[in-house]
């Protein structure tokens, strides 16, 4: 009897070609990164998006570069630091504001020691104080805060240096409607509507931050191509000759979506 080589479980021509990758990258992933960890994990969040599933079924070799550029930068699809958007026909890989905190903290020259942000809404309150550093209080437990306004984050270094970034609605709104993913049933733009109005200012506020992934040019190859559902102007800084180093130094603008994978609807 002849055996077929074909992997039996739906999900096995993609794990086939996730494991390739990963064997392949395997040198390029930082150590500290618990890749098999962060696979399985992406396994099984895909496994539990029946849509997702579908297209990992019939695009194995696509989702698996995506996930594989997750796992390079430690991103954990099962904990929503980053997942993959289906809509009509296309994907778009998303990096959650969880995400953007964790690689921020681990990458920016200047180390981090906390990054805090959050949405505002017309009934909080806020104010500067007399140090000139953003005060946000709210009450967590009331129903009645009002629509949402707006979304800040602060950055506070291990030196104490503070910068505070703000994103009103009308910017928001506007980055909203520049994503391709934010008109898909499944998009974090309906489904985490807040969670998205705090990435959006997270991502503007990367401006103040100096990423340098030390000259692992796969892991700055996989950073640039996560996110494609918010979208800044990027100017390397201080980028070493030879190295294709992702250090942003950027004004907070909108451009052009880049072209996404074309998928077959299903």
């Known amino acids: ?13 993609f794990e086939l070609s996730l494991d390739a990758m990963m064997q392949k990258g395997m040198g390029s992933i930082p150590k500290e990164i618990n890749a098999d960890r962060l696979k399985l994990n992406a396994l099984m969040a895909i496994s539990q998006d029946n849509n997702l599933s579908k297209h990992a079924q019939q695009q194995p070799a696509v989702i698996a570069q995506y996930v594989f550029n997750f796992v390079i930068q430690g ?41 805090k942000s959050g949405v505002v809404r017309e009934n909080d309150t806020y104010k500067f104080d007399e140090l000139g550093n953003f005060k946000h209080v709210y009450d967590p437990f009331s129903t009645e805060r009002g629509e949402l306004i707006g979304a800040f984050c602060t950055i506070i270094f291990e ?16 980055v909203k409607n520049a994503s391709p993913s934010s008109k898909s049933n499944f998009s974090p733009w309906v489904n985490w509507t807040e969670s998205m109005w705090e990435k959006t200012v997270i991502r503007k506020a990367m401006k103040y931050i100096n990423i340098d992934f030390g000259g692992n040019e796969e892991l700055a190859r996989a950073y640039r191509e996560s996110d494609k559902d918010i979208e800044f102007t990027r100017q390397p800084v201080n980028q070493p000759k030879e190295q294709n180093v992702d250090v942003f130094d950027a004004e907070f603008t909108d451009v052009e979506e880049e072209k996404e994978v074309e998928f077959v609807e299903l």
Not at 83 to 112: C, E, F, H, M, R
Not at 159 to 174: G, L, T, Y
């Open 1 to 13: 009897m002849t055996q077929s080589n074909a992997p039996a479980k739906p999900l096995g021509k």
């Open 75 to 115: 991103l954990d699809m099962l904990n929503r630091e980053a997942y993959i958007v289906p809509y009509n026909g296309k994907l778009t890989p998303v990096i959650d504001y969880k995400g953007q905190k964790k690689l921020a903290q681990q990458y920016s020259t200047k180390p981090i020691k906390i990054i």
């Open 159 to 174: 030196d104490e240096e503070q910068q505070s970034i703000f994103a009103n609605k009308e910017e928001i709104e506007k």
